[in-house]
């Protein structure tokens, strides 16, 4: 890391552990106590800009989509994206604010079904997301209805899933599926189908069906491309974490991150010296959305531990549907 960057990341660490050592006067604070200090914020600062890079790339990509593709020829897309732009075709209001009010309810219900972490990072991606409409101009690609409709959705969707990959959403109606898919007895792709049927629906008498049919064309590649992003937002992540820490991970997991995890009597089948020996295994289930703030905690605890995730299509009973990261 830039050196001039460790040195404040260093006199961060030592404000912060003289605060905690007010009540120890005189006591001199060690490297030793700075050092975990310091790595943590190396974590966090990290993860967070490769979240943000993620984020302004899946915007710009989305913008694109928008701009280049649906906005031109008078298409639309599912979601909270074609609420606004249907709302665009019927009102005299500018597309970038709609997409920041239509998104609105979402966000306030993303704060309390997922996190304030989330829902404030989705805030930011979703207000860039609308300055980039209004602001920056982007060429007309093409007129043919087809490229339009797939190309156009193809990169609304990269941006839909990039900026999910970087804990995020730019459109609010993911985290509403995740709401009801677990107050009833649908999965989230059902909720999201059955939401994005009312909107072409309205499309096809506002518009036309026509447009309406491509409206669905549009959706179709952007979902799919948000799946080959970020392999669907409707999947939960199991995660088996295998390192030596691993009960500080677990203190991580069940007291920080309010999840919790199943710990397996395990044994290393080749150690330094080739012997085998005795440690706990932790596994436990995220959602998709969680999955970064899971990494950037494990990694501030060790960097070297041996992650398995594996895609989980439904589950029942727990914690993970009932209460957020904190």
Do not use: W
């Amino acid at each position: 890391m830039n050196p001039f960057l460790s040195k404040i990341l260093v006199d961060i660490a030592r404000k912060q552990l003289k605060k905690k050592q007010r009540n120890t006067q005189g006591k001199a604070i060690s490297t030793r106590q700075i050092v975990p200090l310091v790595r943590k914020f190396q974590v966090e600062l990290s993860h967070a800009i490769k979240e943000y890079i993620f984020i302004i790339i899946g915007v710009f990509s989305a913008g694109f989509g928008l701009k280049g593709f649906l906005l031109p020829n008078q298409f639309i897309d599912g979601g909270a994206t074609g609420i606004s732009l249907l709302l665009e075709h019927v009102t005299s209001m500018e597309l970038g604010l709609l997409l920041v009010l239509v998104n609105i309810p979402f966000l306030i219900l993303a704060s309390k079904t997922i996190g304030n972490k989330f829902a404030l990072k989705s805030i930011a991606a979703i207000t860039l997301l609308a300055f980039v409409v209004h602001f920056v101009e982007y060429p007309t690609i093409t007129e043919d209805k087809l490229l339009i409709a797939v190309f156009g959705g193809f990169f609304l969707g990269l941006g839909i899933g990039l900026s999910m990959r970087g804990g995020s959403v730019i459109d609010g109606t993911e985290v509403l599926a995740i709401y009801l898919g677990r107050k009833l007895s649908l999965t989230i792709g059902d909720v999201l189908l059955l939401i994005n049927i009312i909107i072409f629906s309205i499309g096809a008498y506002v518009l036309s069906i026509e447009i309406a049919l491509y409206a669905i064309l549009t959706y179709l590649s952007a979902a799919k491309t948000v799946d080959f992003v970020v392999d669907g937002v409707e999947e939960y992540v199991g995660v088996t974490i295998i390192s030596n820490k691993h009960e500080e991970l677990r203190i991580m997991l069940t007291e920080k991150l309010r999840r919790a995890c199943t710990i397996y009597a395990g044994k290393g089948g080749y150690g330094n010296h080739g012997d085998s020996y005795d440690k706990d295994i932790i596994y436990t289930i995220v959602t998709r959305l969680e999955l970064a703030r899971l990494q950037t905690e494990i990694d501030k605890i060790d960097r070297n531990a041996f992650i398995v995730m594996g895609i989980v299509k439904d589950l029942k009973g727990g914690m993970i549907k009932r209460k957020p990261l904190k």
